[in-house]
């Protein structure tokens, strides 16, 4: 089946350098991506929608200087977190829909843990 | 605006025990509906869904059905394995096509 990928799995940075966290997805292309992001023990909150060929569009809240999202091609989208703080430490998780005939399907990347020092 | 709110766990349950996880939404217009498994190390997988009020989801022995009069989509199964540990997540995509998780269920089944 499908399949979304991540890198990395897991980062810890100082405080002020910026991370950048990829997310592929293997075996389809995906012209929409989606990035969340999960603090411990709660729901995945979406941050951002990343559109190929266009801008991101964020949620309210988000920061779109802080959160830059690039999506290179139909298969890449990449979240950079400027200037990182202790507080951006979060697990930040993304999803591709593919599309099968009528059926959409959202497929989800492992997850990226950040952890900033 | 939309939200999700599903039992808190962590639940621990004996092999072949029967698993209830409840669900309630809170969305304008006609939700989908999902349930979504994490395994440890693992993305989000999609468990089942119902699109419609009164739709039942299944899969793997879990079962979930749209009510729309209570606001609900509790998962449950009747003889849950070992391999069910997980943390389920309950979600609903509304009119915006954006999906509206709820925190997570952490799921520990013990031999």
């Known amino acids: 089946g499908a399949v979304v990928s991540q890198h990395p799995s897991r980062v810890i940075c100082k405080s002020g350098t910026s991370v950048k966290i990829e997310c592929r997805s293997l075996d389809f292309q995906a012209t929409t991506m989606f990035w969340y992001r999960q603090f411990p023990k709660q729901s995945l909150m979406l941050m951002a929608t990343s559109n190929e060929g266009s801008k991101a569009t964020y949620e309210q809240g988000v920061e779109k200087d802080k959160f830059l999202i690039n999506h290179a091609s139909l298969t890449l989208s990449t979240l950079t977190v400027t200037s990182a703080h202790p507080e951006d430490s979060s697990f930040y998780i993304c999803s591709a829909p593919s599309v099968a005939g009528s059926q959409e399907t959202q497929y989800f990347g492992p997850g990226t843990r950040l952890l900033v020092l | 605006g939309d939200s999700v709110t599903q039992m808190e766990g962590p639940v621990t349950l004996s092999e072949e025990a029967f698993l209830t996880i409840n669900c309630t939404y809170t969305a304008t217009g006609y939700p989908s509906l999902f349930w979504y498994v994490q395994y440890p190390g693992e993305g989000l997988q999609l468990l089942l869904k119902?699109?419609?009020?009164?739709d039942k989801g299944s899969n793997k022995g879990f079962e979930a059905t749209y009510r729309k009069e209570t606001t609900s989509f509790h998962l449950e199964k009747g003889s849950v394995q070992v391999s069910d540990s997980a943390v389920y997540f309950c979600a609903l995509r509304g009119s915006n096509y954006k999906l509206t998780f709820g925190k997570g269920t952490l799921l520990t089944v013990n031999p």
């Open positions: 119902a699109t419609k009020a009164d």
